[in-house]
């Protein structure tokens, strides 16, 4: 059992990301931008975060950056969630920008279950 | 506006300075071409008379130069009578206008005038581009945002829900919610190539292109359509040759114009079919056939499968999910390379789709073999 962050400016989506955590018996903290997340960050210390890319305000990567660039966040792994824009293109794009930033991980929305339960337990191993 | 004049004659640059100067323009004057260059590399130049006629760099070479580096920078020659063939060859380089020695001051304010005239023309035809371009793009990010997410959100429910995650549910249900989400990702689907249609007709391919390996690319094609491919038992092969000649192209254009070929072959195939992708050489180009052998297309429908949104309707394509954009990005972005595509059907029988695209110049060509794996 770990402590999830998950940071998605979509309440519905934040929560059946919940719903399938859960159901793993992970425990699951949400914030709805990117601020609050970051501050969910430092006051939770969650063991994995789960952050989408696209919000209003601070977007994914910015939050991302900030917390690599954090000592005392650059550790707890992050599985960003992109939504790609157009056909097969922006999967590298967002691979390319995902690795940029030093995320460990990503993927793409909808995000298959059985996927999603892999990539955070590869997360937390 | 500004004008520089380079001539290696004094009497020429003053006698040119005087009478610009009274037209209200600012000038400046350099007596050779590096002087020149110089002079235009400060940006403060918008119009550059220039001497063809020069001892040091010759003007021609000036000219090339400031046609390459400032695009914006109007150029007009200045030759000799005798010399004309110059301001011919000048004008292929790029000069937009000439003016021969010796000229009036009439002669001279015309030509100049006219040439200011051009340059906002220019500018405000780059400058509607570009605003066009923007709308293009904000309209993109609104669609891909403003529409993607509630489906990625209503998906992602859909998923649970099928997950048994909100309880039990009957093999009815999940027959129904399986539906749904097929219609959903249709939409995804169209969505996605919605968004690329405009991208490859707004912009420029040029910037991207490279010399790419076309094997690998039918190959990231055929990754794509493998999970459908596999529910149909479907079998494809990438029989593209390794060395096939390599093309100068946007690689993920590329790849979309490959994976909506295949995608197609795959969609309206029969179960246990089978799609076989091959390279040929011809001449200066390269062709590539993506051939099936499933439900073909009839004669008077041919032309019209590349129009935006046209479907075949029948009883084996109405379970089918596509929206009928998949030919016509294809088509745009072939055209984008300066190829072309065509498509021989056999009703019930398969379909044969070719696309030609020049092959690059050879040294490119052995670069990209050696990337290819
Ligand atoms: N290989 C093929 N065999 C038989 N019919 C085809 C084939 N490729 C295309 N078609 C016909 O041409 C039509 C237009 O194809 P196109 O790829 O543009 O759209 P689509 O496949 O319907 O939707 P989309 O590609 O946007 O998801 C299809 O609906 C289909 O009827
Ligand atoms: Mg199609």
């Known amino acids: ?125 | 506006m500004c004008i520089l004049v380079v001539d290696d004659e004094k009497i020429i640059r003053e006698g040119a300075e005087c009478i610009l100067v009274k037209e209200g323009w600012q000038t400046g004057t350099a007596e050779n071409g590096r002087e020149g260059l110089n002079l235009i590399a400060t940006g403060s130049y918008q119009l550059l008379l220039l001497d063809l006629m020069m001892p040091g760099i010759s003007g021609m070479e000036v000219l090339k130069n400031v046609r390459q580096s400032y695009p914006d920078v109007i150029v007009i020659v200045i030759t000799g009578y005798a010399t004309i063939e110059n301001a011919v060859e000048a004008m292929k380089n790029g000069a937009y206008d000439f003016i021969a020695k010796p000229f009036t001051p009439d002669q001279l304010r015309i030509v100049v005038r006219r040439a200011f005239e051009k340059r906002d023309l220019m500018l405000e035809t780059e400058a509607l581009r570009r605003e066009r371009r923007q709308r293009m793009q904000d309209f993109v990010n609104l669609v891909s945002h403003e529409l993607r997410s509630p489906l990625n959100s209503i998906q992602q429910q859909l998923f649970n829900l099928l997950k048994g995650l909100a309880g039990e549910i009957t093999s009815d249900q999940h027959m129904i919610l399986e539906r749904v989400q097929g219609r959903l990702s249709g939409l995804t689907g169209m969505i996605k190539n919605l968004l690329d249609v405009s991208r490859f007709e707004t912009e420029p391919f040029l910037q991207n292109k490279e010399p790419v390996c076309l094997k690998e690319i039918v190959q990231e094609a055929v990754e794509i359509c493998q999970d459908d491919a596999r529910e149909k038992n479907i079998t494809i092969m990438n029989k593209v040759s390794a060395k096939a000649a390599a093309v100068e192209a946007d690689r993920q254009g590329l790849v979309s114009v490959f994976a909506n070929l295949v995608s197609n072959a795959v969609k309206y195939n029969r179960a246990g079919g089978t799609v076989h992708v091959r390279s040929r050489s011809r001449g200066a180009h390269v062709e590539i056939t993506v051939a099936d052998n499933g439900i073909g297309i009839a004669p008077d429908h041919l032309e019209r499968i590349f129009d935006r949104f046209f479907r075949i309707r029948t009883d084996e394509t109405r379970h089918v999910i596509g929206s009928g954009l998949g030919l016509s990005l294809v088509k745009s972005i072939i055209k984008g390379h300066n190829g072309g595509i065509a498509v021989e059907s056999v009703p019930g029988t398969g379909t044969d789709v070719t696309v030609r695209l020049p092959k690059s110049i050879q040294q490119l060509s052995l670069r990209a073999y050696s990337n290819c794996h």
């Open chain 1, 1 to 125: 059992m770990a402590k999830i962050l998950i940071v998605d400016d979509d309440p519905d989506l934040v929560e059946s990301i919940e719903r399938l955590l859960k159901s793993k018996k992970h425990e699951v903290i949400a914030a709805y931008d990117g601020d609050a997340g970051l501050e969910k960050v430092r006051s939770e210390k969650p063991d994995a975060i789960i952050l989408d890319v696209m919000m209003p305000g601070k977007d994914g990567y910015a939050v991302c950056k900030e917390l690599k660039s954090d000592p005392d966040c650059s550790s707890i792994p992050v599985l960003l969630l992109t939504a790609v824009v157009s056909h097969i293109p922006t999967t590298a794009y967002s691979m390319r920008d995902g690795m940029e930033i030093e995320a460990e991980d990503y993927i793409d929305k909808p995000v298959e279950p059985d996927e999603l339960v892999n990539r955070v337990e590869e997360l937390l191993a």
